[in-house]
C-alpha cells in the first residue's frame, strides 16, 4: 500500500506562482509513475502531469511551456512547479502513484487563481 499526500496549494494571482508538493509512504524508485491530475468545478478529471520511474515526464498541451513535473529520490517526493498561472488553472490538484498494478491517490489540494 501506498500513502500519498499533497502539500502546497494556495490563492494566487494571475501570472503567478505555485509548487505544489506530493509526498509518498514508499521508496519512490519502486513506484512505477507518479501524476498529476486536476478537478475543476462541473469538469471531469484530468491528466496534467507524469514522471515515470525512469525520469521520463509528459505534460498536458494545456500546461506546456509553463508547468514542470520533477522528483527528489531522496524525500519520495515529486513536484509540480506551476508558472504563468491562469485562471484557468484553478481546480482541485491530486497526486495519484501507480504501484503494484494499483492506483493511490491523494485527497487533493486546492489551487485558485484570481485577481
Known amino acids: 500500500q501506498v500513502q500519498v499526500v499533497e502539500s502546497g496549494g494556495g490563492l494566487v494571482q494571475p501570472g503567478g506562482s505555485l509548487r505544489l508538493s506530493c509526498e509518498v509512504s514508499?521508496?519512490?524508485?519502486?513506484?512505477?509513475?507518479m501524476g498529476w491530475y486536476r478537478q475543476a468545478p462541473g469538469k471531469q478529471r484530468e491528466l496534467v502531469a507524469t514522471?515515470?520511474?525512469?525520469?521520463?515526464?509528459s505534460l498536458s498541451d494545456s500546461v506546456k511551456g509553463r508547468f514542470t513535473i520533477s522528483r527528489d529520490n531522496a524525500k519520495n517526493t515529486v513536484y509540480l512547479q506551476m508558472d504563468n498561472l491562469k485562471p484557468e488553472d484553478t481546480a482541485v490538484y491530486y497526486c495519484?502513484?501507480?504501484?503494484?498494478?494499483?492506483?493511490?491517490w491523494g485527497q487533493g489540494t486546492q489551487v485558485t487563481v484570481s485577481s
Open positions: 495519484k502513484a501507480y504501484y503494484d498494478r494499483t492506483n493511490y
Open positions: 514508499r521508496m519512490i524508485l519502486s513506484i512505477n509513475y
Open positions: 514522471i515515470a520511474v525512469s525520469g521520463t515526464t
